[in-house]
């Protein structure tokens, strides 16, 4: 039976652009619950956040995270390896709470990747520039 929620977690919600780039073949069968092209995956995610809120806290427009990612076997298996590159332009109080949601500590999708997740190589606040232009 999964753990309760943490009642001090306030609600979040981000919303934004997300892409990856990782060593699979196009259309990476990790996406579809089969194994890695090669047997392993390595690559990054990145979102680039448009609109979000962590409690009363509102996240700031265009803040950017980058995922580095490592595992070998089924994206499903408890094999995960993660390192997180987070936008130095967040304040203390976005740094914390993005570090949150992203480590799985904040609930949602996150908490589920935290469960299979072997270690978490750290997090860093680095300076980005992130952009994507939508496609009209």
């Not at 092209?37 to 700031?60: F, M, Q, S």
Request: hydrophobic share 40%.
């Amino acid at each position: 039976m999964p753990a309760e929620p943490d009642p001090n977690i306030p609600d979040w919600r981000l919303t934004g652009d997300w892409w990856d780039l990782c060593n699979c073949a196009i259309g990476c069968p990790c996406n579809f619950g089969s194994d890695p092209t090669l047997g392993y995956c390595e690559g990054v995610l990145t979102w680039l956040i448009r609109d979000g809120n962590y409690g009363d806290l509102k996240i700031a427009k265009d803040l950017a995270v980058v995922l580095v990612i490592h595992w070998e076997g089924n994206v499903f298996e408890k094999n995960r390896e993660f390192g997180f590159l987070i936008d130095d332009r967040a304040n203390a109080q976005e740094r914390l709470a993005l570090e949150k949601i992203f480590t799985g500590y904040a609930g949602g999708a996150f908490a589920a990747w935290r469960d299979l997740t072997l270690r978490v190589d750290g997090v860093k606040f680095v300076p980005m520039k992130v952009s994507h232009d939508a496609e009209n």
